[in-house]
């Protein structure tokens, strides 16, 4: 562990001068004042890769769903909390940005019309819920006019290769990463495999930090083939 944070340190700083907008953690999307939509995010994928673009030299700002997670050191850290919030920020923030990495597990929905007051039990009768689809930050940051070089993730329970190569094409994004949900939730470790146009990449299973410091580094990659 000591060698690896002796080898970042010293590592060639390939994101020197460039800004990276990172999104992690999950969103909460209230139904009451007392109960909200989420998942099992922790949010250590997301702030794995902000220190390691931060170890690479960029400037990072990390917007940030509902984690108990220190901020890396360096990495400049906004807090969310629902979805809509977190794509007020990336909206506010994507257009001065480089990079876009875009690791945090949004809520795809939420409560139509939440209840201002908490719902009580209804005597054994079924409650209904109405949701509605929240806003697509990737799909909109990617569909910028000359926005921020785009990085998906992509946390699947089957069907990995699949759904990735779908989701990339859909979103037309130039590098997404995958991994089994089931692998990653909560843990420390992780199994990516990124895909571009020259195809897959795996990186391995390994600690996250491991894996986002070969991340950014690939994305440096990319990047400095595009000059």
Request: hydrophobic letters at 45%.
């Amino acid at each position: 562990q000591i060698a690896a944070e002796i080898e970042a340190f010293f590592a060639p700083k390939r994101l020197a001068g460039k800004r990276v907008l990172v999104t992690a953690g999950p969103t909460e999307e209230p139904i009451d004042p007392v109960r909200v939509l989420t998942n099992a995010s922790s949010g250590k994928m997301g702030y794995a890769v902000a220190r390691a673009a931060q170890e690479a030299g960029a400037e990072v700002t990390l917007v940030s769903g509902p984690v108990s997670l220190a901020t890396p050191a360096g990495v400049a850290r906004i807090d969310v909390r629902t979805a809509q919030d977190m794509f007020e920020a990336v909206k506010k923030r994507a257009p001065s940005s480089d990079v876009f990495i875009s690791v945090a597990a949004v809520a795809d929905y939420k409560a139509k019309n939440p209840s201002t007051q908490k719902i009580k039990k209804a005597n054994g009768r079924a409650v209904t819920l109405e949701l509605e689809e929240n806003p697509d930050i990737l799909a909109y940051v990617a569909g910028m006019k000359n926005g921020p070089f785009c990085v998906g993730f992509a946390a699947e329970s089957e069907k990995l290769d699949l759904h990735a190569k779908e989701k990339r094409a859909t979103k037309n994004l130039p590098l997404l990463a995958a991994n089994l949900v089931q692998d990653a939730l909560g843990a420390d470790t992780n199994s990516i495999v990124l895909y571009d146009d020259r195809g897959e990449h795996p990186l391995g299973t390994g600690a996250k930090l491991e894996l986002a410091r070969k991340l950014v580094e690939h994305v440096a990659g990319m990047l400095s083939q595009k000059k």
